[in-house]
């Protein structure tokens, strides 16, 4: 469906809490500019404290529907240390809803930080043992849900779905610089569909995957995309090269590789997502993948309440 034959939304008051927009910020290195490219970071880990990034993007719209709708409860799905559950805890304190969490997993003697900060905002933590995780999007299973915890707006794991893709829009939105391409980390998809979507045809997109085996991502993000304009484009493609093994795995060059960032340019990154799409992209970028005048804007989409898994490497 496209999106003219969505409700369009144009307000939400509760904006004042959040900055916008967030800035972009030059990366000076002397790799970078041998190779007569230019890269800039969206800083959207600046966004909040504990709404970062492309969580909050992808809630924004999800939160007026679900006001709009009536709801005061939020249901959403994570692992032990998913920035999506602890965003959406937050943002459900911060916007008056109640909020549930559905974890992934059995539960566990010593929960995580990301969980007790959840709990912290309110959030109910339920488990849900892998088997039934992997089902967690089937209609009978939705249904089960809605008998067992009462009426509650349903927000995907990640926060990828069409009303995810405005909000991302809106980041776009706030980019002034000219450049050629955006770059993005890739979990669920939604905030690379927005970009698509935002782009409309123009400029270049890379989505750097976090996964590792099968690209289940292309065909959900041309999906999301084809729903929400009614075209498809051509103009965006994934890169799995850089996923260190899979999701939430880290290899030592990583590491090494976030530390010298922070120190060479004050940004703190976190080993998931960002982590690897600046690694991945500089390895590009030094390989010489991008022609001589090429401007990159590389999306920091936050993430950073994740670190708390890594405290033996930082």
């Not at 809630?59 to 006001?67: F, I, K, P, S, T």
């Not at 990159?296 to 309440?305: C, F, K, N, R, Y």
Request: charged share 20%.
């Amino acid at each position: 469906m496209p999106i003219a034959a969505w409700r369009v939304y144009t307000t939400f008051a509760p904006m004042s809490h959040l900055p916008a927009p967030t800035p972009l910020q030059l990366i000076r290195d002397p790799m970078i500019a041998t190779q007569g490219v230019e890269l800039w970071l969206k800083r959207d880990d600046l966004t909040h404290p504990d709404i970062q990034g492309n969580k909050w993007r992808k809630l924004r719209y999800n939160l007026v529907e679900a006001r709009q709708e009536g709801h005061d409860t939020l249901l959403t799905f994570g692992g032990v240390y998913s920035n999506h559950i602890a965003a959406t805890a937050a943002a459900g304190r911060l916007f008056g809803f109640k909020t549930i969490g559905i974890i992934r997993g059995e539960p566990t003697d010593t929960p995580t930080d990301t969980l007790l900060t959840a709990a912290r905002h309110g959030m109910r933590i339920l488990w849900m043992d892998r088997a039934q995780y992997r089902l967690k999007d089937d209609p009978d299973s939705i249904e089960s849900l809605r008998v067992q915890l009462g009426r509650h707006y349903h927000i995907p794991e990640g926060g990828t779905n069409i009303l995810a893709l405005p909000g991302v829009i809106e980041m776009l939105a706030e980019i002034k610089e000219d450049y050629d391409y955006i770059c993005t980390a890739s979990g669920t998809g939604g905030t690379l569909a927005g970009i698509v979507a935002g782009l409309y045809g123009k400029r270049k997109a890379i989505g750097f995957s976090a996964l590792k085996g099968k690209d289940t991502l292309t065909p959900t993000i041309t999906q999301l995309v084809s729903d929400y304009t009614g075209q498809t484009f051509t103009n965006w493609h994934i890169t799995s090269d850089y996923h260190c093994g899979g999701y939430a795995r880290v290899a030592p060059e990583l590491i090494d590789f976030i530390k010298k960032f922070k120190l060479d340019h004050l940004v703190q990154l976190e080993p998931v997502y960002t982590g690897k799409m600046l690694m991945g992209l500089y390895d590009m970028i030094g390989k010489g993948y991008f022609p001589r005048g090429t401007r990159i804007i590389a999306v920091h989409t936050g993430g950073l309440q994740g670190l708390c898994g890594y405290r033996e490497w930082f």
